[in-house]
């Protein structure tokens, strides 16, 4: 199920964001639910945001006009950081992209947030055409 790795790699994100550490544990998580490809999906994600994170975070400051970075909820900034390097560097249709983590927005954060985090990402599709 890539909706629960996609969660599991926010978490994990969120996580890096708060600590600078990725300890590749998910044992925390419900292995019910997750493959051994949903490990792969969800540890390429975080090592790819992580890989990415400064390029990832000076588009998203581009992008939010209202916020600077370090003002950016933290849970909102590693759906963004999750969503931007999937759009930009796997093959995952935005659309689906932008709902999952909307999906996952919802769960976590505020309903500002989720006005917040699909603006951004529907700013970033936009620059992509």
């Given at each position: 199920?890539?909706?629960y790795a996609r969660e599991v790699a926010f978490c994990k994100i969120y996580t890096y964001i708060m600590s600078e550490n990725f300890d590749g544990d998910f044992s925390q998580?419900?292995?019910s639910k997750l493959t051994e490809d949903d490990?792969?999906?969800a540890t390429k994600l975080?090592?790819?945001v992580i890989e990415h994170k400064?390029?990832?975070?000076n588009t998203i400051a581009e992008l939010s006009k209202s916020f600077k970075l370090?003002?950016?909820y933290r849970l909102d900034l590693?759906?963004?950081e999750l969503a931007i390097f999937e759009m930009k560097y796997?093959?995952?249709p935005h659309p689906v992209v932008i709902n999952e983590c909307v999906t996952i927005i919802k769960e976590y954060s505020t309903e500002k947030s989720v006005n917040y985090v699909n603006g951004i990402l529907a700013q970033f599709v936009r620059g992509l055409n």
């Open positions: 199920m890539r909706g998580f419900d292995a490990i792969a999906f975080i090592e790819g400064e390029e990832i975070d370090n003002r950016i590693a759906i963004l796997l093959d995952t």
